[in-house]
T-cell receptor, first 115, second 114 residues
């Protein structure tokens, strides 16, 4: 069965600190996709990144970086030099063949960045 | 950039009333989805729709729910007789099937059942 676990319910940091959001996933498929979404207080889901299972290269986009490790089934997300505007709920998600490519979301991590 | 749109953005209804949530997927997309997010909880899959029929539905998607693509552009979710526990944010998503696994989400409709 497909599953996404975000063990951190809430994280609180002070502005300019680095913060890593953890994500562990479960799937029996060899072809799957992993995602991170940001949900600000306004409620919409903001797409951040998609990774397919065949591409384990880490990615950096500005202050955001992602570490995909198939050996540990993890897809962690790091924000460098956090800012108050980063405060939101962040969801890790999985989509795979067995699941018909529907998106399975983790429970989310609420990030508070204090000035 | 094309995007998924949803109307209304907010809806308040009385328990027992029918509601229809509307979505306009991206125009060349073929796969359509509805998700639900109860306040403070995770986003949950409700139903997927392809080729004018339901491909998959979750256990949440009971007989009170139905989906329809009434014309070439709209995709609707109907809740026949709303319950208090239907209060949630409802997200529509669509996919073209070629960027397999990537769905584009709409901004959501916040439904409040009183």
């Amino acid at each position: 069965a497909q599953k996404v676990t975000q063990a951190q319910t809430e994280i609180s940091v002070v502005e300019k600190e680095d913060v890593t959001l953890d994500c562990v996933y479960e799937t029996r498929d060899t072809t799957y996709y992993l995602f991170w979404y940001k949900q600000p207080p306004s409620g919409e889901l903001v797409f951040l990144i998609r990774r397919n299972s065949f591409d384990e290269q880490n990615e950096i986009s500005g202050r955001y970086s992602w570490n995909f490790q198939k050996s540990t089934s993890s897809f962690n997300f790091t924000i460098t030099a956090s800012q108050v505007v980063d405060s939101a709920v962040y969801f890790c998600a999985l989509s795979d063949v067995t699941g018909g490519f529907k998106t399975i979301f983790g429970a989310g991590t609420r990030l508070f960045v204090k000035a | 950039e094309p995007e998924v749109t949803q109307t209304p953005s907010h809806q308040v209804t009385q328990m027992g009333q029918e509601v229809i949530l509307r979505c306009v997927p991206i125009s060349n997309h073929l796969y359509f989805y509805w998700y639900r997010q109860i306040l403070g909880q995770k986003v949950e899959f409700l139903v997927s729709f392809y080729n004018n029929e339901i491909s998959e539905k979750s256990e949440i998607f009971d007989d009170q729910f139905s989906v329809e693509r009434p014309d070439g552009s709209n995709f609707t979710l109907k809740i026949r007789s709303t319950k208090l526990e239907d209060s949630a944010m409802y997200f529509c998503a669509s996919s073209d099937g070629t960027s397999v696994g990537t769905q584009y989400f709409g901004p959501g409709t916040r439904l409040l059942v009183l």
